[in-house]
Nanobody, 121 residues
Framework: QVQLVQSGGGLVQAGGSLRLSCAAS????????MGWYRQVPGKQRELVAT???????NYADSVKGRFTISRDNGKNTMYLQMNSLKPEDTGVYYC???????????????WGQGTQVTVSS
């Protein structure tokens, strides 16, 4: 069984910073791409940033230059450093990972439990 456990988030004023973490645990062979997504009520979940095992990153245009995604492959952990936060960054943030397990022997998508980020103006 694989779990993605998120930490971080909370309430911050516009212009402030927050850091999210996502740790994958369980019976894991390897972790492929990881990413952060966010969702606001009434809208579809949208991509924020992704990162490959080799460190190649991809960002939504709305967060480029403000957010930084990183990962520690040895710890199967991913981070999202969010700076210069804006009220429109408010939402529930979910981490995602493609995980290869001994049982399945192929990559399966897993999601974290979600964490609320609220940016006040």
């Amino acid at each position: 069984q694989v779990q993605l456990v998120q930490s971080g988030g909370g309430l911050v004023q516009a212009g402030g910073s927050l850091r999210l973490s996502c740790a994958a645990s369980g019976s894991i062979f390897s972790v492929n791409a990881m990413g952060w997504y966010r969702q606001v009520p009434g809208k579809q979940r949208e991509l924020v940033a992704t990162i490959t095992p080799g460190g190649t990153t991809n960002y939504a245009d709305s967060v480029k230059g403000r957010f930084t995604i990183s990962r520690d492959n040895g710890k199967n952990t991913m981070y999202l450093q969010m700076n210069s936060l804006k009220p429109e960054d408010t939402g529930v943030y979910y981490c995602h990972a493609d995980v290869n397990t001994p049982l399945v022997r192929s990559f399966v998508a897993y999601w974290g439990q979600g964490t609320q980020v609220t940016v006040s103006s």
